[in-house]
């Protein structure tokens, strides 16, 4: 498909286990970002990539959560030590950037940490 | 930083009647308002969204205001339909870096 692809679509894991959240990102799409739900929230913005720049990691909520993106495309979000209160539904987008360029959403990763 | 701030938190509208959204920001260099729209265990859809340099946008039954001197933006669905129930999120952008998000407002169409 064309879209944003997430994986897994759901992901059970006992507290103080690491974690890996894939994202593929539209073809072409230079920009992507990481959200965090919880459930009945808004959106939490957590880190965005752009090309080869250095990420903006400003939204990231503590030192066990990171990002990579290799090769301007796939991404990985990782959560090291799982909290319970890591349990959300985290939303990968990419956009073409440029002046006001659209963001599309992937479907979601539900992260349930028990 | 941006800050948008989005009423109502919940809005239940009669099947035909229009719903109203609006949002506030704060950041004047936000110059990209797009809306998205989030159904049940599904990520944030976009369906409709309005740059600096226009004062309104429509799309069928779903239009869109700016007005930046206030610096609000607001949603406009006519004739809803069942299927319209959603959560819908208003969003502003400066063009790059991250969007800033709404708090969402949970709209139910009543049959």
């Known amino acids: 498909g064309a879209g944003v692809s997430q994986s897994p679509s759901n992901k059970v894991t006992e507290k103080g286990k690491d974690v890996e959240l894939r994202c593929d990102p539209i073809?072409?799409?230079?920009?992507l970002y990481w959200y965090r739900q919880s459930l009945g929230q808004g959106l939490e913005f957590l880190i965005y990539f752009q090309g080869n720049s250095a990420p903006d990691k400003s939204g990231l909520p503590s030192d066990r959560f990171s990002a990579e993106r290799t090769g301007g495309s796939v991404s990985t979000l990782t959560i090291q030590r799982t909290q319970q209160e890591d349990s959300a539904v985290y939303l990968c987008a990419s956009s073409s950037q440029g002046l006001g360029t659209e963001a599309f959403f992937g479907q979601g990763t539900r992260l349930t940490v028990v | 930083g941006e800050n948008v701030e989005q009423h109502p938190s919940t809005l239940s509208v009669q099947e035909g009647d229009s719903a109203v959204i609006k949002c506030t920001y704060s950041?004047?260099?936000?110059?990209?308002f797009p809306w998205y729209k989030q159904e049940l265990g599904k990520g944030p859809q976009l369906i409709i969204d309005?740059?600096?340099?226009?004062g309104e946008k429509k799309d069928q039954r779903i239009a869109v205001t700016l007005n930046k001197t206030a610096k609000h933006f607001s949603l406009h669905i006519t004739e809803t339909q069942p299927e319209d129930s959603a959560v819908y999120f208003c969003?502003?952008?400066?063009?790059?870096?991250?969007?800033?998000f709404g708090t969402g407002t949970s709209l139910t169409v009543i049959p």
């Open positions: 309005i740059r600096s340099n226009v």
């Open positions: 969003a502003a952008s400066i063009g790059w870096g991250q969007f800033y």
């Open positions: 073809s072409g799409h230079t920009a």
């Open positions: 950041d004047s260099a936000s110059n990209y």
